[in-house]
């Protein structure tokens, strides 16, 4: 079965640098969305993109943040000038459609900030 | 805009028992709803959704919700819990309608099973 992959699976960095974090979703899916779970928290939505752009960003989502499908099979959220509260599990996740279909979840990518 | 509520971020079980997670949503249009149960150190997999077709929802490993409008709930129930049901389930909720998608997640319920 198709399954959403992201890399890596642990990232330590510290405070202002800037990470990269990658994910590849399903190959026919044309939606794609970064949620992250702050430890202890609910799953909170990012960012959508489609068609190459941003679709829709929550307040998370401030100008440190940006996404990018460079390749056609791989989509990236770049955080620059991390701060310790940037720690937090991101999962990627991609949709075929939008409505009814269900978003698939790949495993997500733990971030820590020092 | 959506909300969505988890009742009881622990809940606990025995073997064979009635599994009841609870979920009350908020949404100014018709929404679509979900659950997707979380294991250690994996992904969000989803359990069910509710699309605005039959109200009572079955969905993977016996596990079934059904939508209630009055109530704005969308309850998750398994009628004999299995060990392997011990996880950590979210509810989540989309607007009907909107053209990307985002999803509003619950707190979560983390539920243990004892023999």
């Known amino acids: 079965e198709p399954e959403v992959t992201q890399t890596p699976s642990h990232q330590v960095t510290q405070m202002g640098q800037e990470v990269i974090l990658r994910c590849v979703p399903i190959?026919?899916?044309?939606?794609f969305y970064w949620y992250r779970q702050i430890l202890g928290q609910k799953v909170e939505f990012l960012v959508s993109?489609?068609?190459?752009?941003?679709?829709?960003k929550s307040e998370i989502f401030d100008d440190r943040f940006s996404v990018e499908r460079p390749d056609g099979s791989n989509f990236t959220l770049k955080i620059r000038s991390t701060k310790l509260e940037d720690s937090a599990m991101y999962f990627c996740?991609?949709?075929?459609?939008?409505?009814?279909?269900?978003?698939?979840f790949g495993p997500g990518t733990r971030l820590t900030v020092t | 805009a959506q909300s969505v509520t988890q009742l009881g971020s622990h809940v606990s079980v025995s073997e064979g028992a009635l599994v009841l997670l609870r979920c009350n949503y908020s949404?100014?249009?018709?929404?679509?709803l979900f659950w997707y149960v979380q294991y250690p150190n994996q992904g969000l997999q989803l359990l069910l959704k509710?699309?605005?077709?039959?109200?009572l929802v079955k969905g993977i490993n016996g596990f079934e919700a059904e939508f209630k409008k009055s109530e704005t709930s969308f309850h998750l129930t398994k009628p004999s819990a299995h060990m392997s049901d011990a996880a950590e389930y979210f509810c989540?909720?989309?607007?009907?309608?909107?053209?990307?998608?985002?999803?509003?997640f619950g707190q979560g319920t983390i539920l243990t099973v004892h023999p």
């Open positions: 996740a991609s949709s075929l459609t939008t409505g009814k279909d269900e978003q698939y």
């Open positions: 190959s026919n899916h044309l939606y």
């Open positions: 993109f489609y068609n190459n752009e941003i679709s829709e």
């Open positions: 949404s100014s249009v018709p929404p679509y």
């Open positions: 509710y699309t605005s077709a039959a109200t």
């Open positions: 989540a909720v989309r607007a009907g309608g909107t053209s990307y998608g985002k999803l509003t």
